[in-house]
């Protein structure tokens, strides 16, 4: 009897750790409209320009530092403002409705944040978590190369332990942030007969010897935030530089895509419901056959349908959002955090195509922001790990 008193109270206990509330917080509501008049009156205004410049926005970085935002995620002993991810995500999904490349250098902080909380020691979150929060550092986070790219675990990149610092040599691609980077996360082998246990990640000041960009990348979206190459020739990079353990950088990457796959998530909800909203305004002012074109059930239903994936692209990428907030990372919550990754990209492209349908040809042009969405929407289904990586993902967490 006793034993199923205590069952019971067990089950109770696991009903109520797994009850999600909805309901958003007073403080969140505050957060999201003023993050509306922010994006209406500074970012909207910019958004096409940024994207036709194809320059890194300084006056936006400039923008995210004045109201905080570059910390939001950051412990509040390290200078941040504490607030979890979940918010987070709601301050992302608000400026994506507008303008990927705002929301993107929001990333930009997050990513490589988010490594050296998930790894570093003190002294490095102390050092590099405030400068970041504070925007006096900008970071970048560096594992692609040219031959390896989902297979991280095949990495050329070499760091030699010699005396008190490692030497790195190898060339990393598509860095996103590198050129405007203050510092990048590398990862290289320290062991290279080791597969990816033989991989060790390590903060690399921009100033350091050996360090320099290379190409920058002519990309097809994101336009406002460079990705580019990052070479490393005999860079000596200090011992103490060394993130976490040697010889497990791949957990520290697997880990930190973990963090921020729901992020990616947000930003991709956030770009799916700009267009969307876009598109309806469209629809109810565009006459075509005497009738504005929102009135054909064939409109109608494409609307109608856009929504529903949003919805659920939305409910997903907040439950990944909050298994993140509760650390877990387990096999179970990374399945699910890939599929909001997964699901929500993809949601954000084909969304972003539908709404330039609705647009006919002025979906098309320049002159109208559909086909920029449809640009930016797409790295999204290929960075922090391609879809097809994540559905491999997601197989596992649930067959093995
Ligand atoms: C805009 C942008 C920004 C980026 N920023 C960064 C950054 O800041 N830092 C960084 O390190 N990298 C960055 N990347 C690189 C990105 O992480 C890689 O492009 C990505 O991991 C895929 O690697 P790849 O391009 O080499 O493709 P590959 O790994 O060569 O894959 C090619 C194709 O094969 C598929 N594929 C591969 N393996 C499998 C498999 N086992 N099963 C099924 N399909 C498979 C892939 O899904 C893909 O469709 C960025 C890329 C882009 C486009």
Redesign the pocket.
């Known amino acids: 009897m006793i034993n199923l008193y205590y069952d019971y109270l067990a089950y109770i206990l696991l009903i109520k750790r797994d009850i999600m509330d909805f309901t958003l917080t007073q403080e969140q509501r505050i957060i999201i409209s003023m993050v509306r008049k922010i994006v209406k009156e500074r970012v909207l205004p910019r958004a096409a320009e940024i994207d036709r410049d194809g320059k890194y926005p300084e006056d936006i970085f400039q923008l995210l530092k004045e109201y905080e935002f570059l910390g939001m995620t950051i412990p509040k002993e390290y200078g941040g403002a504490g607030y979890d991810v979940v918010t987070f995500c709601l301050v992302l999904e608000e400026i994506a409705k507008v303008c990927y490349n705002t929301a993107y250098i929001l990333v930009m902080t997050y990513?490589p944040a988010s490594c050296i909380l998930e790894a570093g020691n003190d002294e490095q979150k102390r050092f590099y978590l405030s400068r970041l929060a504070s925007g006096q550092y900008r970071g970048?986070?560096?594992?692609?190369e040219p031959d390896?790219?989902?297979?991280i675990a095949s990495i050329q990149t070499k760091a030699v332990l010699s005396g008190d610092s490692y030497i790195i040599n190898g060339r990393?691609?598509?860095?996103?942030?590198?050129p405007v980077a203050d510092f990048i996360i590398v990862f290289a082998k320290t062991d290279p007969e080791a597969g990816r246990s033989g991989i060790s990640a390590f903060i690399v000041e921009k100033a350091t010897p050996g360090l320099s960009i290379g190409k920058i990348?002519d990309?097809m979206?994101?336009k406002g935030v460079p990705?580019a190459e990052v070479i490393l020739e005999d860079c000596k990079v200090p011992k103490k530089n060394l993130l976490g353990q040697e010889n497990k950088g791949f957990k520290i990457a697997m880990r930190s895509f973990n963090r921020s796959r729901p992020i990616i998530g947000a930003r991709a909800v956030g770009l799916a419901q700009g267009a969307l909203d876009y598109a309806i305004e469209y629809a109810k002012q565009r006459i075509a056959f005497g009738k504005p074109i929102a009135s054909f059930q064939g409109i109608q239903f494409m609307i109608a349908d856009m929504a529903m994936q949003i919805e659920a692209a939305r409910q997903l990428v907040y439950k990944a959002a909050w298994l993140v907030d509760k650390g877990n990372f387990g096999k179970e919550a990374a399945g699910i955090i890939s599929m909001a990754k997964c699901f929500s990209t993809d949601v954000a492209m084909r969304v972003s195509i539908d709404a330039a349908q609705i647009l006919g040809a002025y979906g098309y042009v320049r002159d109208y922001p559909m086909e920029r969405y449809i640009r930016d929407a797409k790295?999204m289904q290929?960075?922090?790990?391609?879809?097809?990586?994540q559905r491999?993902i997601i197989a596992n967490s649930l067959i093995s």
Do not use: L, R, Y
């Open positions: 990513v970048a986070f560096a594992v692609t390896a790219g989902s297979d990393k691609c598509f860095i996103t942030n590198a990348e990309k979206g994101g990705s790295s290929i960075v922090e790990g391609t879809n097809q990586i491999i």
